[in-house]
């Protein structure tokens, strides 16, 4: 059940948002928009603050989440979690 005092934001171009599949350390934006056998479809771009590096990828709407731009000091947690685990650039 949701919660009552969360709405849920669907995604545009131009959303921050994080993949469902890796929350923590997939962050990016959305860009250009369009339809893929009748389900709208996004270009991802990784938040280039990220260690880690991705190139650009399309995703579906229900692939992602959007979430609010996490902060350099927030970014800089997420990138010593990433070198730890061996997955930093």
Sequence with gaps: MQHP???IVS???????????APGSQLGTLQ????HE???RFLFSLDSRLA????DI???AEDVEV???PTDEEIELINKFLERRGCGG
């Design 5 to 7: 005092s969360k709405t």
């Design 11 to 21: 995604p545009h171009a131009g959303s921050y948002v994080r993949l469902r599949s």
């Design 32 to 35: 250009d928009a369009g339809q």
């Design 38 to 40: 009748g389900r709208e």
């Design 52 to 55: 880690e590096y991705a190139s």
């Design 58 to 60: 399309y995703l579906f």
């Design 67 to 69: 979430c609010e731009r």
